[in-house]
């Protein structure tokens, strides 16, 4: 297992890296589990739904997507406004530091486990999540701000998580990658004009790897329901209002990003987050209630704390501290209303597989 404390000297990093290796509340962080448990998982009854996931993952049908054409190297962003240009890169650095995340643990769980089945599937989505932190990061060398990805490796702190865990999160972080990524992609297939680079051209290929993943986090759980029964409806609900939460409130950070794909980010936000939910019906048996108004206002009650947060971090002293305190009090009474509204409960469906059609 990482040790979760240690850290290498540091070394003389650019300001991506740095941004990567910050564990700040609302960026990607590493993780590792518990790889003994992970090893005792059984797929037996979804036999034949998994093997067919997993012969998908072996015909790797993006195998020859993630190629940079001539419009990369042609880009001219030399005249971008500086404030899109930051907000990009921002956007870049987050994205390839998640698909770097997923990329070491899901080697880490093929490298420490002996069950056969798990090893060939986490083998398969860590060569997805590298090709996909490769394909971001030569992005970002194009701005000359690549992220230092072995530096990273040493550098960022592993957080624990137990397998239960792992797959409530990292199954909606699939899937909500995929509501992300397709939501972008379909709006700047109506509209050329807002595509500001080519890496969105990508973004519908892409995103079926994403959903593909979450996929296999769902056959995983379907066949394996003690994870979905009893007390763990609670820590369902958790996750969904933790990753919700965690999205709405990056996003409204990231105003300009948004704003230069022609999206309300409001409304980016609503849609990606309703998608999400109707997606995980698939094998969550509690999920969020949507159009529940005190939902929306709650999300936007953290997003005004951590405004706050930031203001009195910046303003320092005992003002800036109570500020941020208070702040930081609120978000968490906030986030327990969030946990107390009434959640939509719904039997899991007995064909459960899905297909990325949005």
């Known amino acids: 297992m990482y040790e979760a404390t240690m850290k290498p000297p540091v070394k003389e990093v650019n300001e991506s890296t740095k941004a990567a290796t910050d564990d700040a509340v609302l960026n990607p962080r590493f993780y590792t589990t518990d790889f003994a448990e992970m090893d005792r998982l059984d797929v037996s009854p979804l ?20 190629k940079r054409t001539p419009e990369f190297e042609d880009l001219d962003w030399t005249g971008w406004d500086p404030e899109l240009k930051k907000a990009f890169i921002e956007f870049l650095v987050s994205s390839v530091t998640a ?24 083998g398969f989505m860590s060569r997805d999540e590298g090709r996909h932190a490769g394909f971001i990061n030569h992005t970002l060398a194009d701005f000359n701000v690549a992220v230092d990805l072995s ?14 865990y792992i797959y409530y999160a990292t199954y909606l972080s699939e899937k909500i990658g995929y509501a992300r990524y397709i939501t972008i992609f379909r709006q700047l297939e109506k509209h050329p004009e807002f595509r500001f680079h080519p890496i969105f051209k990508w973004f519908q290929e892409w995103c079926n790897d994403e959903f593909r ?66 997606i995980s019906q698939q094998c969550f048996p509690v999920t969020i209630d949507t159009e529940n108004p005190k939902f929306w206002a709650l999300l936007e009650q953290m997003h005004q704390n ?53």
Request: charged letters at 30%; proline letters at 4%.
């Open 47 to 66: 036999r034949k739904d998994w093997d067919e996931l997993v012969a998908e993952f072996r015909r790797d049908p993006n195998k020859d997507h993630f």
């Open 99 to 122: 698909e770097f995340s997923g990329c070491i643990l899901y080697a880490e769980i093929k490298k420490r486990v002996k069950n056969k089945d798990i090893r060939d599937l986490f």
């Open 151 to 164: 530096f990273l490796t040493k550098a960022k702190k592993y957080t624990y998580f137990k397998p239960k």
């Open 213 to 278: 993943h979450g996929e296999a986090f769902a056959v995983l759980m379907r066949a394996n329901p003690q994870f979905l029964e009893g007390a763990n409806k609670l820590w369902i609900r958790f996750f969904l209002l933790a990753v919700f939460a965690t999205m709405y409130v990056r996003d409204h950070a990231r105003t300009t990003f948004f704003h230069a794909l022609g999206f309300d980010v409001d409304d980016f936000d609503r849609k990606v987050i309703k998608l999400t939910n109707e």
């Open 306 to 358: 951590m405004q706050a947060i930031e203001r009195g971090n910046k303003a320092g002293g005992l003002g800036g501290w109570l500020t941020s305190t208070g702040a930081k009090l609120n978000n968490g009474v906030t986030f327990l209303r969030l946990m107390m509204l009434p959640a939509v409960h719904k039997p899991l469906p007995a064909n459960f597989r899905l297909e990325p059609v949005w």
